[in-house]
């Protein structure tokens, strides 16, 4: 991090040759707790703690262990003790994440395991990279140097888990899966330790150990046929033994018979070949029996839930259950060892238990009820999402809802703050919610789900995952016959690809439904798709066509469109007055905005306006004015928790301060919106925090660093073909080069002015005059 005073004493950012400053270090602490009644294990144990010292230490290799068993036999138990054991060695924090590779539901894919890991390290949410390259190539600059456990539970797969292995010394890597990732051991070097079940002699006492205190001292041979019908599973042993705790004075003969009688019924129903979960199906039934009818039938409806964790409240509504009366059911559940509760408000459901729960849905409930507890859950995503979007994006975003007829409840919230943490708390659900509506063909509730996830999506969240999302939207509104709907999905999902800067995709999908609302005759979509079309061609500096685009919304909107949209427009058309140096009409737009917006509470549009204001008093001479407008729209960012607007606002900070001589609070600020915008996968950004680091260090006369700087932005600007920085990139590299190279400036010059010729707007025509005296100099001295 740079500091107030250290300019003149050598500051470097080796952009090229390192990664960008790391955030504020966290530890994380993620790993679950440890299970009280942990049997035995020492053998594997042993063997990790021996295959760990050989593997660490190694120059790019940390320690990689896949522990790897049948589905129940306890692979996420050990890997959680041994993590616990090996903790202390490891002061820079634990990793943990479950990848559900073996849920019914939608498994978890290595670009969001890789999004919360770099949260938990410190990286904002809304500054995680959009592709999983990027993301991997962070998250592993972020651990290079580090000493950390990573835990990864419940893996299907190899791609999904390379991806997430560290490439430092330091590192151990703990693996759970069922499948043996041969691939893992031959290309990442890692070990795999193979685990089977209990021997008799451990699963009787880890009953024992469990029912300590319960029950009167059972035969030791009649403890040892329970854990043989239990398949001697840790899983299944743990339900029985709290099976029972929770009887103490049946007999354990009873017991016996009742978990044989399950037993035998399974032999009658299995023909061939069932896979693992045929081992624990008894023990399921036997503990499912047990259950009263209310928890029994709140269980198996948790199989028709599409979410990966639960709330208690959409629970509530799948049920059909008032949520006090849910909550001592859901007790009822976690007691009997059927779900988990992780934190509170929130449960989770075993994969196995969850297939189990769906297979009793299908027996015990008809295909009405299924449906309709579906239904009542999606409804429940739909208004509360549609309640979040009314404090989140009050002013644009709307989705048409259809009413619920009072069967569901939805969750309201009183502020800003508390809709956006509901908001993110269900980021992760939204995908499976989406799918579940598309396989059960409630092809409207797809859309508008998939739409909500846009539209109430938490200001902190990344994009990565919604387009995906917003695809399987546009075929369900399509399906549905609905063009309007499948005309804002294609808007959202061009503001996804501009955030994500794939720019081509984001004016492909603007232009689909700019055409839709046109062949609909929608006056006020269509005002919207073109506002976003423009937006999409202002970030390639399409000035003309930008114009075009908001003049054509501006005059739609003034015809009967709100205040809000009007005000957008006005705004959006002083930033093109602004982009071609047309200050004076840009002012007055920005500051009929900004009186707008303030009068009307829109923080997210009084904090554009500032930086957009900022900008024009910059550009007029009035440097310390600038700053100030600057440092209060960041401020608004913070308070908004939307590090995307803050990592841009940072750039006209970073120039004002720039402009007044502040060297070393501008290096700072760059130094901060760059590696925003390096997490976020905004590389134009980016390189535009970088080529504003070079002009520094030409004012200070560090003219070879300057020169590394502004290479270094020219190069990636020509790669996302972003002509106009580009061209500004070139003509600071020109004067950096001049005094070392001369041949070099003249050829960056002439390129910069190649460049230029794209451009023929007032600010474009003065840089290009500019450029041409560079170029006179250089062949006539005189």
Same mark, same amino acid.
């Given at each position: 991090?740079?500091?107030?005073?250290?300019?003149?004493?050598?500051?470097?950012?080796?952009?090229?040759?390192?990664?960008?400053?790391?955030?504020?270090?966290?530890?994380?602490?993620?790993?679950?707790?440890?299970?009280?009644?942990?049997?035995?294990?020492?053998?594997?144990?042993?063997?990790?703690?021996?295959?760990?010292?050989?593997?660490?230490?190694?120059?790019?290799?940390?320690?990689?262990?896949?522990?790897?068993?049948?589905?129940?036999?306890?692979?996420?138990?050990?890997?959680?003790?041994?993590?616990?054991?090996?903790?202390?060695?490891?002061?820079?924090?634990?990793?943990?994440?479950?990848?559900?590779?073996?849920?019914?539901?939608?498994?978890?894919?290595?670009?969001?395991?890789?999004?919360?890991?770099?949260?938990?390290?410190?990286?904002?949410?809304?500054?995680?990279?959009?592709?999983?390259?990027?993301?991997?190539?962070?998250?592993?600059?972020?651990?290079?140097?580090?000493?950390?456990l990573i835990v990864l539970d419940n893996a299907a797969s190899v791609a999904q888990v390379r991806p997430l292995i560290p490439g430092g010394a330091n590192c151990v890597t703990l693996i759970t899966s069922r499948n043996?990732?041969?691939?893992?051991?031959?290309?990442?070097?890692?070990?795999?330790?193979?685990?089977?079940?209990?021997?008799?002699?451990?699963?009787?006492?880890?009953?024992?150990?469990?029912?300590?205190?319960?029950?009167?001292?059972?035969?030791?041979?009649?403890?040892?046929?329970?854990?043989?019908?239990?398949?001697?599973?840790?899983?299944?042993?743990?339900?029985?033994?709290?099976?029972?705790?929770?009887?103490?004075?049946?007999?354990?003969?009873?017991?016996?018979?009742g978990l044989r009688g399950e037993s035998s019924l399974w032999d009658m129903l299995s023909v061939g070949d069932e896979g693992e979960e045929e081992s624990v199906e008894p023990v399921f039934s036997w503990s499912y029996?047990?259950?009263?009818?209310?928890?029994?039938?709140?269980?198996?409806?948790?199989?028709?839930?599409?979410?990966?964790?639960?709330?208690?409240?959409?629970?509530?509504?799948?049920? %059909?259950?008032?949520?006090?009366?849910?909550?001592?059911?859901?007790?009822?559940?976690?007691?009997?060892?059927?779900? %988990?509760?992780?934190?509170?408000?929130?449960?989770?459901?075993?994969?196995?238990?969850?297939?189990?729960?769906?297979?009793?849905?299908?027996?015990?409930?008809?295909?009405?009820?299924?449906?309709?507890?579906?239904?009542?859950?999606?409804?429940?995503?739909?208004?509360?999402?549609?309640?979040?979007?009314?404090?989140?994006?009050?002013?644009?975003?709307?989705?048409?809802?259809?009413?619920?007829?009072?069967?569901?409840?939805?969750?309201?919230?009183?502020?800003?703050?508390?809709?956006?943490?509901?908001? %993110?708390?269900?980021?992760?659900?939204?995908?499976?919610?989406?799918?579940?509506?598309?396989?059960?063909?409630?092809?409207?509730?797809?859309?508008?789900?998939?739409?909500?996830?846009?539209?109430?999506?938490?200001?902190?969240?990344?994009?990565?995952?919604?387009?995906?999302?917003?695809?399987?939207?546009?075929?369900?509104?399509?399906?549905?016959?609905?063009?309007?709907?499948?005309?804002?999905?294609?808007?959202?999902?061009?503001?996804?690809?501009?955030?994500?800067?794939?720019?081509?995709?984001?004016?492909?999908?603007?232009?689909?439904?700019? %055409?839709?609302?046109?062949?609909?005759?929608?006056?006020?979509?269509?005002?919207?798709?073109?506002?976003?079309?423009?937006?999409?061609?202002?970030?390639?500096?399409?000035?003309?066509?930008?114009?075009?685009?908001?003049?054509?919304?501006?005059?739609?909107?003034?015809?009967?469109?709100?205040?809000?949209?009007?005000?957008?427009?006005?705004?959006?058309?002083?930033?093109?007055?602004?982009?071609?140096?047309?200050?004076?009409?840009?002012?007055?737009?920005?500051?009929?905005?900004?009186?707008?917006?303030r009068a009307v509470g829109n923080t997210r549009d009084i904090g554009h306006a500032l930086r957009q204001l900022s900008a024009i008093h910059l550009d007029q001479g009035a440097a310390a004015t600038a700053l100030r407008?600057?440092?209060?729209?960041?401020?608004?960012?913070?308070?908004?928790?939307?590090?995307?607007?803050?990592?841009?606002?940072?750039?006209?900070?970073?120039?004002?301060?720039?402009?007044?001589?502040?060297?070393?609070?501008?290096?700072?600020?760059?130094?901060?919106?760059?590696?925003?915008?390096?997490?976020?996968?905004?590389?134009?950004?980016?390189?535009?925090?970088?080529?504003?680091?070079?002009?520094?260090?030409?004012?200070?006369?560090?003219?070879?660093?300057?020169?590394?700087?502004?290479?270094?932005?020219?190069?990636?600007?020509?790669?996302?073909?972003?002509?106009?920085?580009?061209?500004?990139?070139?003509?600071?590299?020109?004067?950096?080069?001049?005094?070392?190279?001369?041949?070099?400036?003249?050829?960056?010059?002439?390129?910069?002015?190649?460049?230029?010729?794209?451009?023929?707007?007032?600010?474009?025509?003065?840089?290009?005059?500019?450029?041409?005296?560079?170029?006179?100099?250089?062949?006539?001295?005189?």
């Amino acid at each position: 991090m740079v500091q107030a005073g250290e300019v003149s004493g050598g500051i470097h950012f080796h952009h090229a040759k390192a990664e960008i400053e790391h955030p504020v270090a966290r530890r994380p602490r993620q790993l679950p707790a440890d299970i009280s009644t942990f049997i035995n294990r020492a053998k594997e144990m042993r063997l990790m703690d021996k295959l760990a010292a050989e593997q660490l230490g190694r120059p790019n290799a940390g320690a990689v262990h896949v522990i790897t068993g049948m589905a129940g036999v306890g692979k996420t138990a050990l890997a959680i003790r041994q993590a616990h054991r090996l903790a202390p060695r490891f002061p820079d924090g634990q990793l943990y994440i479950n990848l559900r590779g073996y849920d019914p539901g939608i498994p978890i894919n290595a670009l969001v395991a890789l999004s919360r890991f770099l949260v938990e390290l410190g990286v904002p949410v809304a500054a995680v990279p959009g592709d999983t390259d990027t993301a991997a190539a962070t998250y592993r600059s972020l651990v290079a140097d580090r000493a950390i456990l990573i835990v990864l539970d419940n893996a299907a797969s190899v791609a999904q888990v390379r991806p997430l292995i560290p490439g430092g010394a330091n590192c151990v890597t703990l693996i759970t899966s069922r499948n043996q990732l041969s691939s893992l051991t031959i290309h990442e070097g890692a070990r795999r330790i193979t685990i089977g079940t209990l021997t008799e002699r451990d699963s009787v006492t880890l009953l024992r150990k469990t029912t300590a205190g319960y029950r009167t001292e059972d035969p030791p041979h009649k403890v040892a046929e329970l854990a043989r019908l239990c398949a001697r599973l840790p899983l299944a042993l743990r339900i029985a033994a709290e099976r029972a705790v929770s009887h103490p004075h049946t007999s354990i003969d009873e017991l016996i018979e009742g978990l044989r009688g399950e037993s035998s019924l399974w032999d009658m129903l299995s023909v061939g070949d069932e896979g693992e979960e045929e081992s624990v199906e008894p023990v399921f039934s036997w503990s499912y029996r047990a259950l009263s009818a209310d928890s029994a039938r709140l269980f198996r409806l948790l199989g028709v839930h599409p979410s990966y964790d639960l709330s208690i409240n959409s629970i509530a509504a799948l049920s %059909e259950t008032p949520v006090r009366r849910t909550r001592q059911l859901l007790d009822s559940l976690v007691a009997a060892h059927m779900i %988990e509760q992780i934190v509170p408000g929130r449960y989770e459901v075993h994969d196995l238990l969850r297939a189990y729960a769906l297979d009793k849905a299908n027996v015990d409930e008809t295909p009405g009820s299924r449906e309709k507890a579906l239904v009542r859950v999606l409804d429940w995503h739909l208004h509360t999402a549609g309640a979040a979007r009314e404090r989140l994006t009050p002013a644009y975003g709307h989705v048409p809802l259809e009413d619920h007829g009072g069967e569901i409840t939805p969750q309201l919230f009183a502020d800003y703050d508390s809709a956006a943490d509901w908001a %993110e708390a269900e980021d992760a659900n939204l995908p499976a919610l989406v799918a579940a509506a598309v396989k059960a063909g409630l092809d409207g509730h797809a859309w508008r789900l998939a739409l909500l996830a846009a539209n109430a999506r938490a200001p902190s969240a990344p994009a990565t995952t919604w387009p995906a999302v917003g695809l399987a939207g546009v075929a369900a509104a399509r399906r549905t016959g609905d063009r309007m709907g499948e005309a804002d999905l294609y808007r959202a999902l061009g503001y996804a690809h501009v955030e994500l800067n794939q720019l081509d995709e984001s004016l492909v999908n603007h232009g689909k439904s700019v %055409e839709l609302y046109r062949t609909l005759n929608d006056p006020e979509g269509l005002a919207e798709s073109l506002n976003a079309l423009g937006v999409a061609n202002m970030r390639w500096r399409k000035l003309a066509v930008a114009a075009r685009c908001f003049q054509e919304a501006k005059e739609i909107v003034d015809r009967g469109g709100s205040l809000d949209w009007q005000n957008l427009l006005v705004v959006n058309i002083a930033s093109v007055h602004l982009e071609a140096g047309r200050l004076d009409e840009a002012r007055r737009g920005m500051e009929q905005s900004l009186r707008f917006n303030r009068a009307v509470g829109n923080t997210r549009d009084i904090g554009h306006a500032l930086r957009q204001l900022s900008a024009i008093h910059l550009d007029q001479g009035a440097a310390a004015t600038a700053l100030r407008l600057a440092k209060e729209a960041v401020d608004l960012a913070l308070d908004l928790r939307n590090h995307m607007v803050e990592g841009y606002w940072l750039l006209a900070v970073a120039d004002a301060h720039t402009a007044l001589g502040q060297f070393d609070d501008a290096l700072t600020a760059y130094q901060r919106s760059a590696a925003l915008h390096r997490r976020l996968g905004d590389r134009g950004r980016e390189a535009r925090a970088w080529h504003g680091t070079g002009v520094i260090y030409q004012l200070l006369g560090r003219t070879e660093e300057a020169a590394d700087f502004h290479r270094t932005a020219a190069k990636t600007q020509h790669e996302l073909g972003h002509a106009w920085y580009e061209a500004i990139a070139r003509d600071s590299l020109a004067t950096a080069l001049a005094d070392r190279n001369p041949a070099q400036s003249l050829d960056q010059l002439r390129s910069a002015h190649e460049l230029l010729r794209a451009f023929d707007d007032p600010r474009a025509r003065a840089l290009r005059d500019t450029v041409e005296a560079k170029l006179r100099e250089i062949h006539d001295p005189r």
